[in-house]
């Protein structure tokens, strides 16, 4: 699945929150959603890995490839469930977001991304959250599995963030 991020580029971030926060959200729309969302967070981290500054967010870059690899996988074994083929297709938002963070390297990448992740990782949260409660079946059950290792991204960037402005307020 680590391949399939790199051919699939980014996707996911069109819309100012996840796509599944919109209200009436199916099970089969929540998870092709889900699936654009971990490709995206895939090629983010591959992007950390590479233009990042420090090494915590060069960690946190593999730690997003690798769990968001596993979570594209699971998440298209059930969208195959459900009948549906996993999506691959790139939103002009998404590849114009890539593109902004890919310009950037070093401490200033490092800022934005924190940024972006923190942020994505609390719009996935409300996203999966909801599902999660909604109880339509495996959808569901997916996002109440992953809730737990988006919790965790978040926390570490979180972290990450409070530990660059404690080094910059020195």
Known sequence: IGALGGSLGLAALALPGHPALAKGMNAKAFVADTIRDDVAEVQIGQLAMANGGSAGVKDLGQTLDTDHSLAAAEATKVAYGLGIQAPGDLTPAAQQEYDRLAKLHGPAFDREFLRAMIARQKRTISAFTAEAAAQQGEASALAERQLPTVR???????????????????
């Not at 990450?160 to 910059?168: G, N, P, V």
Request: charge should be positive; glycine fraction near 0%.
């Open 152 to 170: 965790q991204h978040l926390q570490i960037a979180e972290n990450l963030q409070r530990e660059a402005r404690m080094r910059s307020e020195r």
